[in-house]
């Protein structure tokens, strides 16, 4: 799918689910209280488990907070990504390796100014540890409309959770009670760049019909 193909004006679901891809590089001119607002109210309409609704939304705005996490998500990027990164990257010189390039140089942007975003959005959940894939379960679609939202409202985010490499410091730092643990954090603002097409395998080659030798006919 190239840029030609998609309105990216568009607010047609289909459309923005096709242009939704990780914004890395933000503008921190600030967002309005009532874009955050709408973007919430988008995240509480999805699915989870029994309707319990643990999830609880924090919204960081606060500088120094911002600061002192951003350190520790550098942290795990130097210690932890990028050794695994490097370890993974394409070895001969071509096309792969010149878009592993672009990527990371994007990551390693966002590493750098992730406290510069104007606002996050930290989704959590009561009685939860980040670990347990259930409680995610029931979280992660929320962090997925709200990212859908903030496409659909011109605005970028990058679903984050790097940061769970050091989830005790962190927590400690937001100031979540005891028994909330963090799932992603979401850095928001006005993209510097423009919304593109998502680069994905075809349906054709992930998709299957009854069985896993007979691929779902596109
Ligand atoms: C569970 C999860 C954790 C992620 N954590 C990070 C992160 O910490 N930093 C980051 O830059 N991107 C993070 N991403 C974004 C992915 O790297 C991104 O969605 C993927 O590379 C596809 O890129 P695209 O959405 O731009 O097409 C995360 C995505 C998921 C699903």
Redesign the pocket.
Known sequence: MTDQEIDLSSTDLFDIQRS???M?RLKPDPVPDALITKILEAGICAPNGGNTQKWRFLVIKDAEVKKAVQHY?KRAYDEV?KPRHDAHAPKEPGPALDQHHR?EK??EY??DHFHEAPVWIVACAEDAHSDAAATGASV?PAVQNMLLAARALGLGA??????LVFREEVEKLLGLPENFGSF?ILPIGYPMGKFGP???IPVSEIAFLDNFDTPWPT
């Open positions: 939704m891809r990780a890395r998500y990504q990527n994007a990551i966002l590493t992660y990058t679903l984050t959770a790097r940061h992603a998502t680069r994905r």
